[in-house]
């Protein structure tokens, strides 16, 4: 790709840093050292190119940035969060902080009513290890004396009553991923580069790179 040098293409100029195939999917990047629009092409008089490099001093986008991968901060503080319009206050905002442990965890939640075995979804065989699973149990309405009476083959859960009482409970289960490398929570370092183990770990990260 041509490098572009401000001054060096003459004004419209279709062919100015661009390389290439047009391409059927992206607009064409207007580009222009002044902020005048009208010093380059005309995105509508010009073929559509796909953007190979781009730098930008700031940039402010309205809908939605899609990527293969992420290197950056997604904000200063390092948590990861999201902030949207509010569901039901005209004129709010709604934001949310993701919660954050030593693990690449998954879990499901639910209720369980007139029985004593919660299922596991199938895809946790091969995804999640079986000797971390953790069962939380809530008790709806009465006092049921709640347990856990067994995990078995790491594809169902028992539980049972103490009291003999009918069951009927919310339910949280929790387990880490069995796949990939041990996540290395602290480790000796003063960037994110010094990292010891995989940096496949994360395809996107609040990191200061």
Known sequence: MTEFVPGSHSSKDCNAAITGTPHPNFDYLRRSSSGDSNEYADQNQCPIYLQVKGKFDDLQVTNTVTASTFQGNINVQSWKGFDIKHPNKEGHRLRHICLEGPEAGVY?????????????????????????????????????????????????????SGNAAKIDCFYTIQGSRIDGEELIVEYKGETPAEYPGSKDQFSISGFDY
């Open 108 to 160: 499901i939640r639910g209720r369980l009513t007139d029985n004593n075995i919660i299922t596991l979804p199938e895809y946790w065989k091969g995804l999640v290890d079986p000797e971390s699973i953790t069962v939380s149990l809530t008790q709806i309405g009465y006092s049921q004396d709640l347990m856990v009476e067994a995990v078995q083959w790491g594809s169902q859960v028992k539980v049972k």
